[in-house]
C-alpha cells in the first residue's frame, strides 16, 4: 500500500484512538479532581452544543482551505486544549471551569476533525492508488479497533498513571495523528475552486428545483446556505442520512441506557463490556470483509445486507433474552454495521459533489453528533415510566422504520459507481430525481 492512503489511515486510528480513551478517561479525571458527577455531568452539556454548531458552520472552511491542512488544524486544537489542562494543573490547578472551558475549545475540533478527513478521502483514492471499497473498508475496520482498544486503554493508563500523564498521553494522540497527515502531499488536499459554484449548485439541485441562477457569491453564508439546499432538496441524501442517524440513535440509547438497565435488572452489570466488545469485534469483522470483497458484486446486495443484517441483530438485542442471545445480536449488528458503513461512504465519495463535501458532511456530522442523546432521552423516559422492555422495542422498532425506508427508497434503487467529476456533481440530482 502507498504512503499516502497509510498515511491518512493511520492518522485517522490515531485521532480516534484518542477520542476513545478521552471519552472514559475524561470524565474520571473531572470526578478525581472536582468530586463531584454533577460536574462531570457539566462538562459533558457544555461541549455537546458547541461541537454541533461548529460542524454546521466549519464546513464552508474546510471547502475553502486545503483539506489536509484543515485536517491538521484540527488534530491540533484537539491536542492543544487536551494539553493544556496539565500545564494549567501545574501552574494553578484545575477546577471545573478550566475543564468546562478546554472542553468547548476541543469540541471545535472533534467535529470538524472529522469532516475534514472524510472530505479528503476521494483525493486519498485519487492519489493512493487504492480502490474506494478497500480503503472504506480497512477505515471501518480500524474504527471498530479503535473502539475495542480505547477503554481498556482509558481503564489501565487511569490505573498505571495519574490523570495529568493521562492527558498528556490523550494529547499525544491526537498530536501523532497531525504529524502523520503532513505525510500526505499538500497538493493531494487541494481543492480545485469551481468556475462557477452558483451554476454546480444549480446542477447538483436539478433544474426544477433551484429556479433562476444567481451570480456566485463569496458569503460564507451563502456557500454554507447553497451546500444546505444540496443536501435537503436530495433524496439520496437526505434517505442515507436519515439511516446514518436512526442507527447511531439506536446504538447510543441501547449502549447508553437500555442495556445497562437491562443487565442491572438481571444483576449481571459487568456484562455490558462484552456486549460491547462483541459489537465492536462484528464491526471489525464486517469492515474487513468489506475491504476485500466490496468490489466485487453488486452494490445493491451489500446494501440489502447491511440494512437486513442491522435489523436483525437489533431485534435480537431488543427481545432481552439470554445473555448469549443479546452478545449474538450485538455482534450481528456490528457486522451488518461495518459492511453497510463502508458502502455508505463509498456512495458518499462518488455522490456528494466535492466541491461542497465539507458543508455537507459538517452538516451530516453535526446532525449525527446531536441525535444520540435524544435517543437515550427517549429510552430513558419510557423505561422510567413503562419498563425497560418495551424501551428496547420501541427504540428498535425507530430503525426497523427507517430500515424499511431505505429498502423501498427509490433514491437507493441504483447504486452503480459514478466515475465522471461532472457526474458526481450531477449525483445528488440525479438520485433525488430518481
Not at 500545564?87 to 490547578?93: C, F, K, N
Not at 502523520?180 to 451554476?199: C, K, M, Q, S, Y
Not at 440513535?249 to 445497562?260: D, F, I, N, R
Not at 449474538?328 to 461512504?345: H, K, N, P, Q
Amino acid at each position: 500500500m502507498r504512503r499516502i492512503p497509510v498515511a491518512y489511515l493511520a492518522s485517522y486510528l490515531l485521532s480516534l484512538l484518542g477520542n476513545s480513551i478521552a471519552g472514559i478517561a475524561f470524565p474520571l479525571i473531572v470526578l478525581q479532581v472536582t468530586g463531584s458527577a454533577l460536574g462531570a455531568g457539566a462538562v459533558a452539556a457544555a461541549t455537546a452544543v458547541p461541537a454541533v454548531l461548529a460542524g454546521l458552520l466549519m464546513g464552508v472552511v474546510i471547502d475553502r482551505i486545503n483539506r489536509r491542512t484543515s485536517s491538521v488544524v484540527t488534530d491540533l486544537v484537539s491536542a492543544a486544549s487536551v494539553a493544556a489542562l496539565p500545564v494549567i494543573d501545574m501552574v494553578s490547578g484545575l477546577s471545573l471551569g478550566w475543564f468546562i472551558l478546554f472542553g468547548v475549545v476541543g469540541s471545535l475540533g472533534d467535529v470538524p476533525g472529522m469532516t475534514a478527513r472524510e472530505a479528503l478521502l476521494p483525493a486519498v483514492v485519487r492519489h493512493g492508488g487504492i480502490g474506494a471499497e478497500r480503503l472504506l473498508g480497512i477505515r471501518e475496520s480500524l474504527g471498530a479497533a479503535a473502539l475495542l482498544l480505547g477503554p481498556a486503554l482509558a481503564g489501565g493508563l487511569m490505573v498505571a498513571f495519574d490523570g495529568s500523564t493521562v492527558l498528556w498521553i490523550t494529547a499525544a494522540t491526537s498530536f501523532a495523528a497531525a504529524l502523520l497527515t503532513l505525510l500526505i502531499p499538500h497538493r493531494v488536499g487541494a481543492i480545485a475552486a469551481p468556475a462557477d459554484e452558483a451554476g454546480r449548485v444549480t446542477g447538483a439541485l436539478g433544474a426544477a428545483d433551484a429556479g433562476p441562477t444567481a451570480a456566485p457569491s463569496p458569503s460564507g453564508w451563502a456557500q454554507l446556505r447553497d451546500g444546505w439546499r444540496v443536501l435537503s432538496r436530495s433524496r439520496f441524501l437526505v434517505v442515507t442520512t436519515m439511516l446514518s442517524v436512526a442507527s447511531v440513535t439506536v446504538l447510543a440509547a441501547m449502549q447508553g441506557l437500555v442495556l445497562p438497565v437491562y443487565f442491572t435488572v438481571v444483576g449481571q452489570p459487568g456484562m455490558l463490556g462484552f456486549v460491547l466488545s462483541a459489537l465492536g469485534a462484528g464491526m471489525l469483522v464486517g469492515g474487513a470483509v468489506y475491504a476485500v470483497a466490496g468490489a466485487r458484486g453488486r452494490r445493491q446486495v451489500w446494501f440489502r445486507v447491511g440494512i437486513v443484517g442491522t435489523t436483525a441483530g437489533f431485534v435480537v438485542v431488543a427481545v432481552l433474552g439470554s445473555v448469549w442471545t443479546v452478545l449474538a445480536g450485538a455482534f450481528v449488528v456490528g457486522l451488518a454495521s461495518g459492511m453497510f458503513g463502508g458502502l455508505i461512504g463509498v456512495l458518499m465519495i462518488e455522490r456528494i459533489p466535492e466541491h461542497m463535501r465539507g458543508r455537507i458532511m459538517g452538516t451530516q456530522n453535526a446532525v449525527m453528533t446531536a441525535a444520540p442523546p435524544v435517543g437515550i432521552v427517549v429510552a430513558a423516559v419510557l423505561t422510567e415510566y413503562v419498563s425497560v422492555g418495551v424501551a428496547a422495542a420501541v427504540v428498535a422498532g425507530a430503525w426497523v422504520v427507517a430500515a424499511v425506508v431505505g429498502l423501498l427508497a427509490r433514491s437507493l434503487r441504483d447504486l452503480g459507481p459514478v466515475d465522471d467529476p461532472a457526474a458526481r456533481d450531477e449525483a445528488p440530482a440525479v438520485a433525488g430525481r430518481a
